[in-house]
């Protein structure tokens, strides 16, 4: 398919991943970062993916019995359990954990159906969007379409400053708005007003510096994950009846089928990863200092 996309629209190596990289937004960006514009798609299949995930875990819950539990039952007791045990082990605030423990479960659900979107074809879903646009008397060389809502940045951001907002929230909420305050004057070096500014300072690195690298990096991951496809599905668009052409055709479908593979692994890991940092980062709010 990507080989057909290609020959038909003229398109070069380089146009083809740019077409495959650009999103379908609201409106033509003004700058580098213009938050006036929404990338639509990766509203669409987050929310679309976030109805699926609340709708996994309530079939989970309707259909759970006290009797021997199914495959399907036995196989969401397994998460929930891993899930709060991880929790225990790193928020000690019963009370809290009855709101981070299906919040981090929620997150490692959502984060790993987003992810997933990653394994499939990469010219599917964008040529029926582009038939459909075409169809619909649009062009379908500007039928823009990413299917891998965390390999956009404002995605996995928005994942980040969310949390990072919970992490305030819990904050005020443990220590008290004014203890709160005064810990971030005194902490890490010392109750002295001569510290305070290197104080206050270094706890907004830190907030910061975790928040931009719990993004970073499953952006980062992802949006390598889907460059890689591409590349793989362009040697697939270069076979022809030559021994190099034959050679490419076969090296597209081994090099496919293992990436897609090891993919597995990363899409899971990386949603473990968010996950586990997120409760990380919500039992340091709770921790005095």
């Known amino acids: 398919m990507a080989a057909e996309n290609a020959a038909e629209h003229g398109q070069t190596a380089g146009e083809y991943i740019v077409h495959h990289l650009t999103h379908l937004q609201s ?73 981070v423990g299906p919040l981090a479960l929620t997150i490692f659900v959502w984060i790993l159906l987003l992810n ?10 964008p040529w029926i969007w582009g038939q459909g646009y075409g169809a619909a008397g649009g062009d379908p060389h500007h039928a823009y379409l990413r299917v891998v809502p965390t390999a956009d940045l404002s995605v996995s951001m928005a994942f980040s400053v969310t949390v990072l907002l919970i992490c305030i929230y819990y904050n005020i909420k443990i220590k008290g708005l004014g203890g709160w305050v005064h810990e971030l004057f005194t902490a890490p070096f010392g109750n002295h007003w001569a510290l305070y500014p290197f104080n206050f300072a270094m706890q907004m690195v830190e907030f910061i510096a975790k928040t931009v ?77």
Not at 55 to 77: C, D, I, N, Y
């Open 213 to 289: 690298s719990h993004g970073m990096r499953l952006f980062g991951n992802m949006y390598a994950g889907e460059l890689i496809f591409l590349l793989i599905a362009l040697m697939g668009g270069a076979w022809t009846l030559s021994a190099t052409g034959i050679l490419l055709a076969l090296g597209h479908i081994v090099a496919g089928t293992a990436w897609a593979i090891f993919h597995i692994l990363i899409i899971t890991l990386q949603a473990f990863v968010f996950m586990m940092l997120t409760l990380v980062y919500v039992g340091q709010a709770h921790d005095h200092h």
């Open 27 to 99: 409106s033509k960006p003004g700058g580098v970062a213009d938050l006036s514009v929404f990338n639509l798609d990766s509203i669409f299949f987050s929310i679309a993916l976030g109805v699926i995930t609340c709708w996994f875990l309530w079939a989970a819950a309707r259909k759970a019995t006290s009797g021997v539990p199914g495959r399907f039952q036995a196989a969401v007791e397994f998460l929930l359990e891993m899930v709060d045990q991880q929790a225990k082990g790193i928020v000690h605030n019963a009370q809290s954990r009855k709101f």
């Open 116 to 125: 997933a979107m990653d394994l499939l074809p990469v010219d599917l879903l």
